[in-house]
């Protein structure tokens, strides 16, 4: 293998594929990155068994060839390089760097110990904005379970339906649903449980500007835009009805200003137990109360004005589940909805009828 490639070139496709090479890894190989050279350029690639990202830079190859060469390692070199052209040549199985004066020999692994991607035949899936993917993650997988005895919840729920596509993630005491509507595709409704992981590097590599073909392939789903392509293992499994835990009763509606109520709770936060960053909302007429009381260090009182009416109530939150949740909701004003102490509440931006996004927030029981 023999290609030379500009520094930048080089250091882009090092930072985009590296970032899916694991931290820890009993196999050497998955420390390497897999250099494919070919006549129109060069195609890196990284995994960690369940994520993979493949890229391809422009480089002017004059011998075709493969190897795997550790990741972090020219990464970090890479970086330091001046900006000059760099002579990238194999030997056997050791990779060498010629830019100006500076020259590296690092020892590589054959590519046929590398992993075998997932083949995935994109010319039968569907196609998608940038745009619209990434809004749905942003907004959804940071609700996301890291609990291991439900695998299930460890992942985002994708449902692609003709004209429209949601997203949902839970970890059974808050719930995160987004959908968007999308140029019908003809597509055949389908749901898949994408790992957060996967979702993240998605975000990551490709722009809103960007065209995603999204395919399936048996148990791996891939995505690819121009000459990026990310390959994920999906989770398998059912994943639980939510729509019926999501309430429909929910009468009692509180209208926040959002960025009021999100400094409101954060004050509450610094004095809320560590065990359950427990505050109550207590709701009256035209205002809510924040309260907390923690008994081995203190308490905290605020209160803001809110458009509220009805009868009085008081509810207990996790005020770390609040800030999150508020974190996320793209409008300056939220609805707050709720029916009782012990039912799920609801929050929802409010002033823009076209979004469709709801989160719900579980109680906390409130002990006196």
């Known amino acids: 293998m023999n290609f030379t490639i500009t520094r930048q070139n080089l250091h882009n496709g090092l930072a985009a594929v590296s970032a899916s090479i694991p931290s820890k890894t009993t196999l050497p190989v998955l420390s390497n990155i897999l250099f494919e050279a070919t ?7 990284g995994t960690d068994l369940d994520v993979a990202v493949r890229v391809k830079v422009p480089a002017d190859v004059k011998e075709g060839g493969s190897l795997t060469a550790p990741g972090k390692k020219l990464q970090e ?28 020999k690092l020892n590589g692994l054959p590519a046929d110990e590398f992993p075998t991607l997932a083949e995935v035949d994109f010319s039968e899936g569907l196609t998608v904005t940038g745009k619209d993917i990434n809004r749905l993650i942003h907004h959804t997988s940071f609700a996301v379970s890291t609990e291991e005895s439900r695998p299930i919840l460890n992942g985002v729920l994708w449902e692609l339906r003709d004209g429209a596509m949601k997203m949902v993630a839970t970890n059974g005491h808050r719930l995160a649903r987004m959908g968007v509507t999308v140029e019908a595709t003809g597509t055949p409704s389908a749901d898949f449980i994408v790992p957060p992981a996967a979702l993240s590097q998605v975000q990551r590599l490709f722009k809103d500007d960007d065209e995603l073909a999204v395919a399936r392939s048996g ?6 835009a121009d000459t990026t392509e990310i390959y994920t293992r999906l989770i398998e499994g059912q994943y639980p009805n939510y729509d019926q835990v999501i309430p429909r009763d929910n009468d009692k509606v509180a209208l926040i200003e959002k960025k009021a109520l999100e400094s409101a709770v954060r004050r509450m936060a610094v004095v809320a137990s560590d065990q359950t960053h427990r505050i109550r909302l207590r709701f009256e007429n035209g205002r809510v109360h924040l309260n907390v009381l923690t008994p081995d260090l203190g308490e905290g009182h605020d209160e803001l004005e809110v458009q509220y009416e009805g009868e009085e109530l008081e509810i207990g939150f996790n005020a770390n589940y609040l800030l999150e949740v508020l974190r996320h909701i793209p409008s300056e004003e939220v609805n707050f909805a709720f029916k009782a102490p012990e039912r799920a509440a609801t929050i929802e931006p409010a002033g823009d009828e076209e979004e469709d996004y709801l989160c719900l927030v579980m109680p906390l029981r409130l002990l006196d």
């Not at 070199?77 to 760097?97: A, F, S």
């Not at 148990?219 to 690819?224: A, K, Q, V, Y």
């Open 77 to 104: 070199i890479t970086r330091e390089l001046p900006d000059q052209p760099v002579e990238v040549t194999t030997r056997g199985d050791q990779i060498e760097l010629q830019c100006g004066r500076s020259h590296f």
């Open 39 to 45: 006549e129109d350029g060069v195609w890196m690639s």
């Open 219 to 224: 148990n791996h789903l891939g995505f690819r």
